[in-house]
């Protein structure tokens, strides 16, 4: 089974900086793209960004300018620098990963989400 594990989520001031990591494992033959989701109480997941395997990246307009996303393909790993960091920055953050499994299934995974908390 295919694993996606983020950390990197606390509790910054608003203006500081937070960098979450999300690393994928198990029977995975390749990673098209992976990105980041959040999702605040009582509110939809949307998404903040995302890359491909090849570099193109996507962003929300909420988080252009502010927050970086980056891959390691060896590691299998998705990186979001968040910098100038607001309250309304605060939810849940989820990895998310679209790829082949090593059986050539292709398949969509999800990551159980780390707690960004934007608060002076």
């Known amino acids: 089974q295919v694993q996606l594990v983020e950390s990197g989520g606390g509790l910054v001031q608003p203006g500081g900086s937070l960098r979450l990591s999300c690393a994928a494992s198990g029977s995975i033959l390749r990673i098209n793209a992976m990105g980041w989701y959040r999702q605040a109480p009582g509110k939809e997941r949307e998404l903040v960004a995302t890359i491909t395997s090849g570099g193109s990246t996507n962003y929300a307009d909420s988080a252009k300018g502010r927050f970086t996303i980056s891959r390691d393909n060896a590691k299998k790993t998705v990186y979001l620098q968040m910098n100038s960091l607001k309250p309304e920055d605060t939810a849940v953050y989820y990895c998310?990963?679209?790829?082949?499994?090593?059986?050539?299934?292709?398949?969509?995974?999800w990551g159980q989400g780390t707690q960004v908390t934007v608060s002076s």
């Open positions: 998310n990963a679209d790829l082949y499994t090593s059986d050539l299934r292709p398949r969509n995974y």
